[in-house]
């Protein structure tokens, strides 16, 4: 048996810190984006999530979009995502995911989603065609995608990510002690395996992890070495904040010293790029780990 951390009255209590306040957002390019996506009622994850770097990286040219639904198959417990049976998928929305990017003039697009494990090739098609489709109408675009756990169906990870996108994300989320937790309907092992498999096709790999949630450093530090052995190359690193008080409470804040350290303990470890501190999100500076 997993023996999980105790989770204190005080901290579910306890106000975030200084470091924890966002900046409001500001520029030239973030109010072109934002005229552009409230005219076209367009729709980005960097506004649904209300983000805190979305003026960052709207200002740097850089939007997340969010294809497949807004109804997840899965029940994570961090995730404020809708969980239920997904309504059918709209075959029309590689074109649509596509004229809004050009539309927004996006110089890096990141593509996710939720789960849909209902669906024999997981969403694989509606992946892969809107890469396409972006890439046909914005070819100088370049593209992350951040894909779900396909639960072993690799014929569907190996459509999902031949479209012709730079960078194939899959979010680890946390440490293996806590996956039962966290992460109930996946498994650490096989998260590995979708970003090794990823990596020897030939994509620059990426996934994420959140801090705060009672990982031990340790946990962390072997969490970076399996990254390595199964070939990832980015590695991003955030604070957990509780979306709402039906998911797993905050066990701790980390200060951004430790960040700071983890992401010089993940270089040494051998991946080749940690972006490292607490308003981290998976998307942010996401630009920058094209060509790394």
């Not at 494990?117 to 065609?129: F, N, P, S, T």
């Amino acid at each position: 048996m997993i023996e999980l951390p105790v989770i204190s009255e005080e901290a579910t209590k306890r106000k975030k810190p200084d470091w924890l306040r966002v900046k409001l957002p500001v520029g030239k390019e973030y109010a072109k984006v934002r005229k552009l996506v409230d005219q076209h009622k367009l729709h980005t994850i960097c506004e649904s999530g209300n983000c805190p770097n979305m003026g960052e990286c709207w200002g740097a040219g850089t939007a997340t979009f969010m294809i497949l639904g807004n109804v997840c198959t899965r029940s994570c417990s961090f995730c404020a995502v809708a969980t239920g049976r997904p309504p059918e998928y709209d075959t029309d929305e590689p074109r649509r995911v596509a004229e809004a990017i050009k539309l927004m003039g996006v110089k890096h697009a990141v593509l996710t989603s939720v789960n849909r494990d209902e669906l024999k090739d997981r969403g694989a098609e509606i992946w892969y065609q809107t890469v396409v489709e972006t890439k046909r109408l914005s070819p100088e675009t370049t593209i992350e995608t951040l894909i779900p756990d396909v639960k072993s169906n690799w014929d569907a990870l190996y459509r999902m990510i031949s479209g012709g996108q730079e960078v194939v994300s899959h979010n680890m989320e946390t440490v293996e002690s806590l996956y039962r937790r966290v992460r109930p309907q996946a498994k650490y092992a096989r998260s590995l395996e979708q970003i090794k498999l990823t990596k020897e096709y030939g994509k620059r790999t990426k996934t994420g992890i959140m801090l705060g949630l009672g990982e031990k450093k340790e946990e962390v530090y072997k969490a970076m070495d399996d990254l390595v052995a199964h070939g990832c190359d980015i590695l991003t690193l955030g604070q957990y904040l509780q979306p709402t008080k039906m998911h797993i409470e905050v066990a701790e804040f980390i200060h951004p010293d430790l960040f700071a350290h983890y992401r010089e303990e993940g270089l040494k470890r051998g991946l080749k790029y940690v972006e490292s501190g607490p308003l981290v999100r998976s998307s942010y500076h996401a630009e920058r780990h094209v060509n790394v």
